[in-house]
Protein backbone atom coordinates (compact mmCIF):
# COMPACT_ATOMS: atom_id res chain seq x y z
CA UNK A 1 0.00 0.00 0.00
CA UNK A 2 2.97 2.52 0.68
CA UNK A 3 4.25 1.95 -2.42
CA UNK A 4 0.82 3.37 -4.24
CA UNK A 5 0.83 5.86 -1.75
CA UNK A 6 4.26 7.31 -2.59
CA UNK A 7 2.86 6.85 -6.82
CA UNK A 8 -0.25 8.87 -5.57
CA UNK A 9 1.87 11.64 -3.96
CA UNK A 10 4.07 12.16 -7.04
CA UNK A 11 0.93 12.34 -8.92
CA UNK A 12 -0.38 14.90 -6.79
CA UNK A 13 2.92 16.80 -7.22
CA UNK A 14 2.89 16.39 -11.08
CA UNK A 15 -0.74 17.61 -11.57
CA UNK A 16 0.30 20.59 -9.43
CA UNK A 17 3.00 21.31 -11.87
CA UNK A 18 0.87 21.03 -14.67
CA UNK A 19 -1.33 23.72 -13.27
CA UNK A 20 1.51 25.64 -12.56
CA UNK A 21 3.06 25.50 -15.81
CA UNK A 22 -0.42 26.12 -17.44
CA UNK A 23 -0.67 29.01 -14.92
CA UNK A 24 2.62 30.37 -16.31
CA UNK A 25 1.38 29.94 -19.91
CA UNK A 26 -1.57 32.35 -19.77
CA UNK A 27 0.13 34.95 -17.92
CA UNK A 28 2.74 35.15 -20.24
CA UNK A 29 0.30 34.88 -23.09
CA UNK A 30 1.96 31.86 -24.58
CA UNK A 31 -0.77 29.85 -25.07
CA UNK A 32 -0.36 29.93 -28.93
CA UNK A 33 3.51 29.76 -29.00
CA UNK A 34 3.07 26.09 -30.43
CA UNK A 35 0.26 26.55 -33.07
CA UNK A 36 -0.45 22.95 -33.73
CA UNK A 37 -1.03 19.92 -31.80
CA UNK A 38 0.86 17.72 -30.93
CA UNK A 39 3.97 18.91 -32.54
CA UNK A 40 4.97 22.47 -32.24
CA UNK A 41 5.71 24.35 -35.52
CA UNK A 42 5.34 20.73 -37.06
CA UNK A 43 8.58 19.56 -34.90
CA UNK A 44 8.68 17.22 -32.08
CA UNK A 45 11.47 19.71 -30.52
CA UNK A 46 10.69 22.66 -31.10
CA UNK A 47 13.37 25.51 -32.67
CA UNK A 48 15.26 28.16 -31.03
CA UNK A 49 15.61 30.64 -33.97
CA UNK A 50 12.91 31.36 -36.72
CA UNK A 51 15.82 30.58 -39.15
CA UNK A 52 14.64 27.31 -38.26
CA UNK A 53 11.18 27.71 -39.54
CA UNK A 54 9.95 27.96 -42.93
CA UNK A 55 9.52 31.46 -45.03
CA UNK A 56 5.32 30.66 -44.91
CA UNK A 57 5.28 28.86 -41.01
CA UNK A 58 2.27 31.76 -40.31
CA UNK A 59 0.16 30.54 -42.95
CA UNK A 60 1.52 26.84 -43.16
CA UNK A 61 0.67 26.13 -38.82
CA UNK A 62 -2.49 28.54 -39.70
CA UNK A 63 -5.09 26.49 -37.34
CA UNK A 64 -8.55 26.67 -38.16
CA UNK A 65 -8.26 30.18 -39.93
CA UNK A 66 -6.82 31.48 -36.39
CA UNK A 67 -3.68 32.74 -38.01
CA UNK A 68 -0.38 32.21 -36.15
CA UNK A 69 1.71 34.66 -34.22
CA UNK A 70 5.25 35.86 -35.25
CA UNK A 71 7.47 33.20 -33.67
CA UNK A 72 8.22 34.06 -30.17
CA UNK A 73 11.22 31.53 -28.72
CA UNK A 74 10.00 32.39 -25.02
CA UNK A 75 6.52 31.77 -25.98
CA UNK A 76 7.16 28.84 -27.68
CA UNK A 77 9.50 27.03 -25.19
CA UNK A 78 7.23 27.88 -22.57
CA UNK A 79 4.20 26.32 -23.73
CA UNK A 80 6.42 23.09 -24.95
CA UNK A 81 7.74 22.87 -21.49
CA UNK A 82 3.85 22.76 -20.30
CA UNK A 83 2.93 20.04 -22.97
CA UNK A 84 6.31 18.37 -21.57
CA UNK A 85 5.05 18.35 -17.88
CA UNK A 86 1.29 16.84 -18.73
CA UNK A 87 3.03 13.95 -20.94
CA UNK A 88 5.24 13.63 -17.86
CA UNK A 89 2.21 13.58 -15.24
CA UNK A 90 0.32 11.03 -17.52
CA UNK A 91 2.76 8.54 -17.60
CA UNK A 92 3.01 9.21 -14.13
CA UNK A 93 -1.10 8.69 -13.57
CA UNK A 94 -0.37 5.06 -15.40
CA UNK A 95 2.51 4.31 -12.71
CA UNK A 96 0.44 4.76 -10.71
CA UNK A 97 -2.76 2.81 -11.95
CA UNK A 98 -0.78 0.07 -12.74
CA UNK A 99 0.41 0.08 -9.14
CA UNK A 100 -3.23 -0.18 -7.69
CA UNK A 101 -4.09 -2.63 -10.26
CA UNK A 102 -1.37 -5.60 -9.22
CA UNK A 103 -1.56 -3.72 -5.00
CA UNK A 104 -3.58 -5.13 -2.10
CA UNK A 105 -5.23 -2.04 -1.96
CA UNK A 106 -9.07 -1.57 -1.76
CA UNK A 107 -11.06 -2.51 -4.86
CA UNK A 108 -12.61 1.33 -4.62
CA UNK A 109 -9.40 2.86 -4.48
CA UNK A 110 -8.16 0.57 -7.73
CA UNK A 111 -11.34 1.81 -9.75
CA UNK A 112 -10.42 5.63 -8.61
CA UNK A 113 -7.14 5.46 -10.03
CA UNK A 114 -8.03 3.70 -13.11
CA UNK A 115 -10.21 7.01 -13.66
CA UNK A 116 -7.97 9.10 -13.13
CA UNK A 117 -5.95 7.62 -15.86
CA UNK A 118 -8.84 7.69 -18.33
CA UNK A 119 -9.51 11.67 -17.08
CA UNK A 120 -5.94 12.11 -17.88
CA UNK A 121 -6.06 10.13 -21.64
CA UNK A 122 -9.08 12.57 -21.92
CA UNK A 123 -7.49 15.80 -20.54
CA UNK A 124 -4.59 14.97 -23.46
CA UNK A 125 -7.22 15.08 -26.13
CA UNK A 126 -9.30 18.47 -24.21
CA UNK A 127 -5.73 20.32 -24.48
CA UNK A 128 -5.89 19.72 -28.62
CA UNK A 129 -9.36 21.15 -28.95
CA UNK A 130 -7.73 24.21 -26.69
CA UNK A 131 -5.35 25.02 -29.67
CA UNK A 132 -7.64 24.41 -32.27
CA UNK A 133 -10.00 26.72 -30.56
CA UNK A 134 -7.13 29.36 -29.98
CA UNK A 135 -7.91 29.33 -26.68
CA UNK A 136 -11.33 29.73 -26.50
CA UNK A 137 -11.87 31.32 -22.44
CA UNK A 138 -15.32 28.63 -22.62
CA UNK A 139 -12.36 25.64 -23.74
CA UNK A 140 -9.36 26.91 -21.24
CA UNK A 141 -12.16 26.98 -18.25
CA UNK A 142 -13.56 23.23 -19.39
CA UNK A 143 -9.43 21.91 -19.72
CA UNK A 144 -8.96 23.56 -15.87
CA UNK A 145 -11.82 21.99 -14.40
CA UNK A 146 -10.47 18.29 -15.74
CA UNK A 147 -7.19 19.00 -14.39
CA UNK A 148 -8.83 19.64 -10.53
CA UNK A 149 -11.26 16.70 -11.58
CA UNK A 150 -8.01 14.37 -12.10
CA UNK A 151 -6.70 15.54 -8.55
CA UNK A 152 -9.82 15.28 -6.87
CA UNK A 153 -9.77 11.62 -8.27
CA UNK A 154 -6.57 11.09 -7.11
CA UNK A 155 -6.84 12.06 -3.69
CA UNK A 156 -9.88 9.98 -3.74
CA UNK A 157 -8.06 6.89 -4.34
CA UNK A 158 -5.12 7.37 -2.48
CA UNK A 159 -7.70 8.09 0.92
CA UNK A 160 -9.59 5.05 -0.01
CA UNK A 161 -6.51 2.79 0.61
CA UNK A 162 -6.50 4.38 3.80
CA UNK A 163 -3.58 5.89 4.07
CA UNK A 164 -4.52 8.66 5.63
CA UNK A 165 -6.83 9.41 9.48
CA UNK A 166 -9.64 10.17 9.45
CA UNK A 167 -11.70 13.27 11.08
CA UNK A 168 -14.35 13.09 13.22
CA UNK A 169 -18.07 12.94 11.92
CA UNK A 170 -18.96 15.60 13.62
CA UNK A 171 -17.40 17.79 11.64
CA UNK A 172 -19.16 16.73 8.37
CA UNK A 173 -21.64 19.63 8.37
CA UNK A 174 -18.43 22.09 7.80
CA UNK A 175 -16.70 20.14 5.57
CA UNK A 176 -20.01 20.34 3.17
CA UNK A 177 -20.69 23.58 4.04
CA UNK A 178 -17.28 24.77 2.96
CA UNK A 179 -17.51 21.94 -0.31
CA UNK A 180 -19.89 24.27 -1.42
CA UNK A 181 -18.78 27.41 -0.92
CA UNK A 182 -15.45 26.08 -3.36
CA UNK A 183 -17.86 25.29 -5.66
CA UNK A 184 -19.62 28.80 -5.78
CA UNK A 185 -16.29 30.66 -5.44
CA UNK A 186 -14.55 28.50 -8.09
CA UNK A 187 -17.64 29.50 -10.39
CA UNK A 188 -17.01 32.72 -9.77
CA UNK A 189 -13.68 32.59 -10.22
CA UNK A 190 -13.65 30.94 -13.60
CA UNK A 191 -16.26 33.94 -14.43
CA UNK A 192 -13.42 36.53 -13.59
CA UNK A 193 -10.74 34.72 -15.74
CA UNK A 194 -12.78 34.62 -19.06
CA UNK A 195 -13.91 38.38 -18.37
CA UNK A 196 -10.24 38.72 -18.05
CA UNK A 197 -9.29 36.98 -20.98
CA UNK A 198 -11.98 38.78 -23.00
CA UNK A 199 -9.99 42.12 -21.93
CA UNK A 200 -7.09 40.65 -22.75
CA UNK A 201 -7.79 39.88 -26.50
CA UNK A 202 -9.47 43.72 -26.99
CA UNK A 203 -6.11 44.95 -26.06
CA UNK A 204 -6.56 46.66 -23.03
CA UNK A 205 -3.98 47.68 -20.60
CA UNK A 206 -3.54 45.38 -17.15
CA UNK A 207 -4.87 48.60 -14.89
CA UNK A 208 -8.31 48.36 -17.07
CA UNK A 209 -8.78 44.41 -16.61
CA UNK A 210 -10.92 45.07 -13.22
CA UNK A 211 -13.05 47.97 -14.46
CA UNK A 212 -13.31 45.68 -17.65
CA UNK A 213 -14.77 42.13 -15.52
CA UNK A 214 -17.16 45.02 -13.51
CA UNK A 215 -19.33 43.60 -10.56
CA UNK A 216 -18.44 40.60 -11.33
CA UNK A 217 -15.09 40.87 -9.37
CA UNK A 218 -16.33 42.60 -6.30
CA UNK A 219 -18.60 39.55 -5.88
CA UNK A 220 -15.40 37.26 -6.40
CA UNK A 221 -13.73 38.84 -3.86
CA UNK A 222 -16.55 39.46 -1.49
CA UNK A 223 -16.82 35.85 -0.91
CA UNK A 224 -13.07 34.67 -0.61
CA UNK A 225 -13.07 36.97 2.67
CA UNK A 226 -16.57 35.11 3.25
CA UNK A 227 -14.42 31.97 3.34
CA UNK A 228 -11.23 32.80 4.56
CA UNK A 229 -13.19 33.73 7.41
CA UNK A 230 -14.71 30.65 7.75
CA UNK A 231 -11.45 28.67 7.22
CA UNK A 232 -10.04 30.71 9.91
CA UNK A 233 -12.78 29.88 12.52
CA UNK A 234 -12.36 25.90 11.95
CA UNK A 235 -8.50 26.12 12.83
CA UNK A 236 -8.91 28.05 15.93
CA UNK A 237 -11.96 25.71 16.40
CA UNK A 238 -9.47 22.47 15.90
CA UNK A 239 -6.61 24.33 17.67
CA UNK A 240 -8.95 24.83 21.10
CA UNK A 241 -9.74 20.85 20.99
CA UNK A 242 -6.34 20.14 20.72
CA UNK A 243 -4.20 19.48 17.08
CA UNK A 244 -5.04 20.96 14.13
CA UNK A 245 -4.69 18.57 11.57
CA UNK A 246 -2.76 18.60 8.68
CA UNK A 247 -5.92 18.83 5.93
CA UNK A 248 -6.90 21.85 8.29
CA UNK A 249 -3.65 23.46 8.28
CA UNK A 250 -2.88 22.93 4.40
CA UNK A 251 -6.36 24.49 3.90
CA UNK A 252 -5.84 27.82 6.23
CA UNK A 253 -2.50 28.18 4.37
CA UNK A 254 -3.81 28.13 0.98
CA UNK A 255 -6.58 30.13 2.03
CA UNK A 256 -3.77 33.08 3.53
CA UNK A 257 -2.08 32.65 0.13
CA UNK A 258 -4.42 32.88 -2.35
CA UNK A 259 -6.28 36.02 -0.02
CA UNK A 260 -2.98 37.85 0.01
CA UNK A 261 -2.42 37.35 -4.04
CA UNK A 262 -5.93 38.49 -4.57
CA UNK A 263 -4.85 41.35 -2.82
CA UNK A 264 -1.55 41.64 -5.01
CA UNK A 265 -3.03 41.70 -7.95
CA UNK A 266 -6.42 44.10 -7.34
CA UNK A 267 -3.93 46.46 -6.13
CA UNK A 268 -0.71 46.02 -8.63
CA UNK A 269 -2.50 45.40 -11.62
CA UNK A 270 -2.73 41.66 -12.04
CA UNK A 271 1.42 41.11 -12.20
CA UNK A 272 1.99 37.93 -14.16
CA UNK A 273 3.86 36.38 -11.93
CA UNK A 274 1.29 36.36 -9.12
CA UNK A 275 -1.58 34.94 -11.58
CA UNK A 276 -0.05 31.50 -11.35
CA UNK A 277 0.27 31.03 -7.92
CA UNK A 278 -2.70 32.93 -7.31
CA UNK A 279 -4.22 29.43 -9.41
CA UNK A 280 -2.22 26.60 -7.47
CA UNK A 281 -3.09 28.08 -4.29
CA UNK A 282 -6.54 28.53 -5.08
CA UNK A 283 -6.72 24.73 -6.61
CA UNK A 284 -5.05 23.40 -3.52
CA UNK A 285 -7.35 25.10 -1.04
CA UNK A 286 -10.27 23.18 -3.55
CA UNK A 287 -8.62 19.87 -2.73
CA UNK A 288 -7.66 20.20 1.13
CA UNK A 289 -11.46 21.29 0.97
CA UNK A 290 -12.06 17.90 -0.93
CA UNK A 291 -9.96 15.81 1.39
CA UNK A 292 -11.24 17.18 4.60
CA UNK A 293 -15.09 15.71 3.28
CA UNK A 294 -13.27 12.87 2.28
CA UNK A 295 -12.12 12.37 5.96
CA UNK A 296 -14.91 13.14 7.51
CA UNK A 297 -17.20 10.98 5.79
CA UNK A 298 -14.26 7.66 5.36
CA UNK A 299 -12.76 5.64 7.52
CA UNK A 300 -11.74 5.76 11.25
CA UNK A 301 -14.21 8.54 12.57
CA UNK A 302 -13.03 8.19 16.01
CA UNK A 303 -9.28 9.75 14.70
CA UNK A 304 -7.92 12.59 14.36
Known amino acids: MQRFVRWG ?4 VMVGLVVLAGGVVRATGAGMGCPDWPKCFGLWIPPTDVSSLPPDYQTRYNVHGHGVEPFNVYKTWTEYINRLLGAASGLVVLGFAGTGLFSGVASRAKRAAVVSLVLMAFQGWLGSKVVDSNLAPVMVTVHMVVALTIILTLMTAVHWARAFPAIERRYFRHALALTAMIFVQTVLGTRVREAVDVQTFAGAERAAWIKGVGAL ?10 MAGYVLFLAWRFRREGKIPTTVAVMTAATLFASVLGAVMYYADFPAWAQPLHLVSATALAASIFYFLLQTTHGDNDAR
Open 9 to 12: VACW
Open 217 to 226: FYVHRSFSVL
